[in-house]
């Protein structure tokens, strides 16, 4: 079971959360020491509860081990010190600039489909193209609710599953990637969300995959409006983040495979004339 990867229930002390992220990432003692310009004796004190880190080396022991900004305030208020990393809504006022430069990025996108998703995959804004792609695809009115999440949406079987021609593979390409994630942050949130999706009944569908033109990447090939079109997906994250909530942003992009689906987005879009919401509308 993927909750196997997560901590037991319970607030841990520091010692036992820096074991923890420095079990999960393979290093040893000694080299975190020499990373963290720190020693293998002062780091297992710290492990044991015979020492207490200082502030300055529990930030670099954090970064070192690449634990993620959210899980780096949990270190801190573990050992006795204030969170430094805020979390702010996307709807506060401070993050009106950050939204009005999704929303520009998400529209200039157009027609190409584009949304951007927080950790446990919540859509807080997509373009026109992503909501047409969705629309003609069929899906249930209940996966369409705020907030869309992208894992129920593409493998629901009332979702996009059924419209995916090559399901088997997409399937496996979005379990693993979020197996990754989990090894990597350690969310229990999203170890919950994976044991619900991963158990969805897989809909009957091609025993191979399509042909496509994409040697070079994974592509989703779909169904919409009796079209089928082929697609290539990219993630851009925010380069070091100070802020919980940006620090969980991800913008998915989907390029087009071949001609054929490039032209095919162009007529969707024309075909949609509401907005789809923006960052911070939730």
Same mark, same amino acid.
């Given at each position: 079971?993927?909750?196997?990867?997560?901590?037991?229930?319970?607030?841990?002390?520091?010692?036992?959360?820096?074991?923890?992220?420095?079990?999960?990432?393979?290093?040893?003692?000694?080299?975190?020491?020499?990373?963290?310009?720190?020693?293998?004796?002062?780091?297992?004190?710290?492990?044991?509860?015979?020492?207490?880190?200082?502030?300055?080396?529990?930030?670099?022991?954090?970064?070192?081990?690449?634990?993620?900004? !959210?899980?780096?305030?949990? @270190?801190?208020?573990? +050992? =006795?010190? %204030?969170?430094?990393?805020?979390?702010? *809504? /996307? $709807?506060?006022?401070?993050?009106?600039?950050?939204?009005?430069?999704?929303?520009?990025?998400?529209?200039?996108?157009?027609?190409?489909?584009?949304?951007?998703?927080?950790?446990?995959?919540?859509?807080?804004?997509?373009? !026109?193209?992503?909501?047409? @792609?969705?629309?003609? +695809? =069929?899906? %249930?009115?209940?996966?369409?609710?705020? *907030? /869309? $999440?992208?894992?129920?949406?593409?493998?629901?079987?009332?979702?996009?599953?059924?419209?995916?021609?090559?399901?088997?593979?997409?399937?496996?390409?979005?379990?693993?990637?979020?197996?990754?994630?989990?090894?990597?942050?350690?969310?229990?949130?999203?170890?919950?969300?994976?044991?619900?999706?991963?158990?969805?009944?897989?809909?009957?569908?091609?025993?191979?995959?399509?042909?496509?033109?994409?040697?070079?990447?994974?592509?989703?090939?779909?169904?919409?409006?009796?079209?089928?079109?082929?697609?290539?997906?990219?993630?851009?994250?925010?380069?070091?983040?100070?802020?919980?909530?940006?620090?969980?942003?991800?913008?998915?992009?989907?390029?087009?495979?071949?001609?054929?689906?490039?032209?095919?987005?162009?007529?969707?879009?024309?075909?949609?004339?509401?907005?789809?919401?923006?960052?911070?509308?939730?």
């Amino acid at each position: 079971m993927i909750t196997q990867l997560l901590r037991s229930p319970g607030t841990p002390e520091v010692g036992a959360l820096l074991r923890r992220w420095r079990d999960r990432r393979g290093v040893s003692q000694l080299e975190l020491a020499s990373r963290a310009d720190s020693s293998a004796r002062h780091i297992s004190f710290i492990e044991t509860g015979r020492a207490r880190p200082s502030h300055t080396l529990l930030m670099r022991l954090a970064e070192q081990l690449d634990v993620p900004v !959210r899980e780096r305030n949990t @270190l801190l208020v573990a +050992a =006795g010190f %204030a969170p430094v990393f805020p979390e702010t *809504p /996307l $709807n506060d006022p401070a993050m009106e600039t950050l939204n009005g430069e999704l929303e520009r990025l998400l529209a200039a996108h157009d027609p190409n489909p584009a949304l951007v998703h927080d950790s446990l995959y919540n859509v807080v804004g997509a373009n !026109r193209s992503l909501l047409a @792609l969705v629309t003609g +695809a =069929g899906v %249930a009115d209940h996966l369409m609710q705020q *907030p /869309l $999440n992208t894992m129920r949406l593409t493998l629901h079987p009332q979702g996009l599953a059924p419209a995916i021609r090559n399901f088997a593979q997409w399937r496996a390409h979005l379990l693993e990637q979020m197996e990754r994630q989990i090894a990597v942050s350690g969310s229990e949130a999203l170890a919950g969300l994976y044991e619900e999706v991963s158990a969805y009944p897989v809909p009957d569908g091609p025993s191979e995959p399509p042909a496509t033109g994409a040697a070079y990447a994974l592509p989703l090939v779909i169904e919409s409006e009796g079209r089928t079109l082929s697609f290539i997906s990219m993630l851009t994250t925010f380069n070091t983040p100070l802020d919980v909530t940006v620090s969980e942003l991800a913008i998915e992009t989907f390029l087009p495979v071949d001609p054929e689906t490039a032209a095919a987005l162009r007529d969707l879009v024309g075909e949609v004339r509401p907005p789809a919401p923006g960052p911070g509308s939730r």
